[in-house]
């Protein structure tokens, strides 16, 4: 599908685009850039949840940190492929994808979109890492490393609730991780805030997931009843798709300080 066609937005002169908002969940938008291969690094990550606790993978070292389990993936590795790695090596957990009715922007060509939920990134993060210098043997410092940029791809996993915590999964330098199940509150107050950021949205497509699956199965479960004799409907909600409406119900529980307004 063409994404070449120029938006109203992109006529607007480059300042006024730039600091537009987007929803309250993101940073502001930003002007447009590109780096070359040199000056990048492609990483995957993401937040495990226990569905049948509804905690969270928040992983733990000796330098005293709080982070959600992430690394860079490797040459002909798919993001999908190094999410569910690093969630590996890095909580001890095998994690799966959790499908999810997040909201996202990327054209869904099945016959069944409207009643099927997706396994799409919910998230991406950017970090500047800065130049690298090296002392030489005359006492000059030479440059090694101009830095660059990290984009790391955010995905939502889950485990079970028997789900049992490998050791030594990590590399060398992991070997003091500990990843511990946390819930929402106490892994907001543990993580830094640009993984705050990630964890907020990461819990309300959560919630309106399970809010949305319940929802389905009442629909599915009224129909059942008012047709006892006949076959159940292939979508499970004949009003859903009637509708066409895609995007989750709003929640009026779970969510927490999630709903309220976050830093930027």
């Not at 291969?37 to 495990?48: C, N, P, Q, R, Y």
């Not at 043997?137 to 028997?162: F, Q, R």
């Not at 819930?183 to 907001?188: I, K, L, P």
């Amino acid at each position: 599908m063409s994404t070449h066609r120029e938006s109203s937005t992109q006529k607007l002169p480059l300042s006024q685009r730039v600091a537009q908002s987007l929803s309250q969940y993101s940073t502001r938008a930003r002007e447009d850039v590109g780096w070359c291969s040199a000056d990048f690094m492609l990483g995957a990550a993401m937040v495990i949840i226990q569905e049948g606790t509804h905690k969270i993978v928040v992983v733990h070292d000796k330098r005293r940190r709080w982070f959600f389990p992430r690394g860079r993936k490797d040459v002909g590795e798919s993001l999908e492929t190094a999410a569910l790695r690093e969630g590996h090596e890095e909580s001890g957990y095998r994690a799966q994808f959790m499908p999810h009715w997040g909201i996202n922007q990327q054209p869904d060509q099945r016959p069944n979109a409207y009643n099927s939920p997706t396994c799409e990134p919910i998230f991406l993060t950017t970090m500047y890492w800065p130049p690298k210098y090296k002392k030489q043997a005359d006492g000059k410092m030479v440059c090694v490393d101009h830095g660059g940029e990290y984009l790391i791809t955010w995905y939502l996993g889950s485990i079970p609730e028997n789900a049992v915590r490998e050791t030594g999964t990590g590399m060398p330098d992991e070997v003091d991780y500990v990843s511990h199940l946390l819930t929402f509150e106490e892994a907001r107050e543990r993580v830094p805030p640009a993984e705050r950021r990630v964890l907020n949205w990461a819990w309300r497509v959560y919630c309106d997931t399970l809010h949305y699956e319940q929802y389905l199965a009442e629909e599915a479960a009224k129909e059942v009843s008012a047709n006892p004799n006949g076959s159940q409907s292939a979508t499970g909600s004949t009003e859903a798709e009637e509708s066409g409406d895609d995007q989750p119900i709003e929640l009026g529980v779970a969510g927490g300080a999630a709903e309220g307004n976050l830093e930027r």
